[in-house]
């Protein structure tokens, strides 16, 4: 059986003055990009550059709504109603389809970023608000959503195509949830690592916790983190690994 795999990554998160990381390097190297709407980062020539150079490279386009939080990157968790939340999506949704089609493209799938991403996990009324935005703005968008979540069950029973997302250099608790960035081990700094937790998501639909217990993964789209110094290097070594195990690389369709 064809293996197909999505590497998509956040892209676009530079904002004025303030440069992150390196996408002319990434690029290359993955299928699909996140691409910042303003909230967390990513300014309007940001956007614009950042699009005209996925459109360059063939890399599907992805908006990347977020919690409004600039000074905290988004990572910080607010106490939105499930109406605001609705609100910001399709406002930074929106955004990202007009810079877009400025540029005659049009974008492909919405994920979201940082607290949003993980409030939208966990919680269902936040992961019924972003699935309803999206399906309001364009039902034909893909939603990127951490495997086995309420955001990917809030997805489906909306009727959107949903894609399934793994991580490379996050570790899992046993629920299958990422285990939070403040705790020790959540976050795999060795490539080989990484590799060895990728193969065996993807040929084998397992992954072992941060606890040593194995528990079933499905896997659609692999999230390489752009704001990591390493992560030209990081995508080139995990979609080599992939090619040579004969995983075809491209984007979720």
């Known amino acids: 059986m064809s293996l197909f795999l999505d590497l998509n990554c956040d ?4 904002y004025g003055a303030w440069t992150m990381g390196n996408d002319e390097a990434v690029l290359p190297l993955i299928t699909s990009a996140n691409i910042a709407c303003g909230y967390h980062a990513g300014d309007p020539g940001v956007m614009r550059r950042t699009v005209a150079s996925a459109i360059r490279h063939g890399v599907a386009l992805g908006a990347h709504p977020s919690l409004p939080d600039l000074m905290g990157f988004g990572r910080r968790e607010m106490a939105l109603t499930a109406e605001q939340v609705y609100d910001i999506v399709v406002v930074q949704v929106g955004a990202l389809q007009a810079v877009a089609a400025s540029q005659g493209a049009r974008i492909h799938h919405v994920k979201a970023h940082g607290a949003l991403y993980h409030m939208a996990s966990h919680e269902s009324q936040y992961a019924q608000a972003v699935a309803q935005a999206v399906h309001d703005i364009d039902s034909s968008l893909i939603l990127y959503a951490l495997a086995g979540s309420q955001q990917l069950k809030a997805g489906r029973n909306m009727g959107l195509r949903v894609a399934e997302e793994v991580f490379a ?3 899992y608790q046993r629920d299958g949830t990422l285990t939070p960035r403040n705790q020790p081990g959540a976050l795999i700094v060795d490539i080989e690592a990484a590799i060895a937790q990728v193969l065996r ?11 040593g217990d194995q528990i079933p993964i499905h896997a659609d789209t692999l999230c390489i983190h752009g704001d990591n110094p390493n992560a030209p290097a990081f995508a080139a070594a995990i979609r080599d690994a992939l090619e040579k195990k004969g995983v075809t690389l491209r984007a979720f369709l």
């Open 11 to 14: 892209l676009g998160e530079s």
């Open 169 to 171: 250099d996050r570790s």
């Open 201 to 211: 998501m993807v040929t084998e639909s397992t992954v072992n916790t941060l606890h």
